[in-house]
């Protein structure tokens, strides 16, 4: 909530000085954009810690209980193994970009921000949501042997 906060006061500020002062501070733009990437991502671990996530159970509810946790248990396996996927990617790419401290020249010299920190937060994020699918994980298995033997 407080990151979604900061962001509405950061687009206030951006939009009052473009409109009111006459100057767009393109500061503002790439620190928006930054806190919404550390929302969306980091939020999406969180969501799925708290069990929030969306999900389309047409097919889902129509199927037996027992095919329901087959495919809870393939649902979070595709999660986990995309996830490592994601990290044996994404890690040396944001290793890469800070070891040269990589920044964004899109605007020149007048402002170059530093970017490389911003792609740790994306392994990070993934990091967080595939060890968020092992208890998942087991928790599903559990329920499948307390089913099996029950």
Do not use: C
Not at 52 to 57: I, P, Q, R
Not at 98 to 121: C, H, N, Q, T, Y
Request: a neutral charge; proline letters at 3%.
């Amino acid at each position: 909530m407080y990151s979604t906060l900061l962001i509405t006061f950061v687009v206030v500020y951006e939009v009052a000085t473009r409109y009111f002062l006459n100057m767009a501070d393109s500061r503002a733009i790439f620190v928006s954009v930054w806190l919404y990437g550390i929302l969306f991502t980091l939020g999406g671990a969180y969501t799925l810690h708290e069990g929030g996530h969306v999900s389309v159970d047409i097919v889902y509810r129509k199927v037996p209980e027992r095919v329901r946790k087959v495919l809870d248990i393939i649902d979070i396996g595709v999660v986990m193994v995309s996830g490592i996927i994601l990290i044996l990617v994404g890690a040396p790419i944001a290793w890469r970009s800070f070891m040269i401290r990589e920044v964004d020249s899109s605007l020149g010299i007048v402002f170059a921000p530093p970017i490389w920190w911003f792609k740790w937060v994306a392994v990070i994020s993934v990091v967080l949501i595939t060890l968020q699918t092992i208890p998942m994980l087991l928790e599903k298995i559990k329920q499948w042997e307390v089913n099996q033997h029950g």
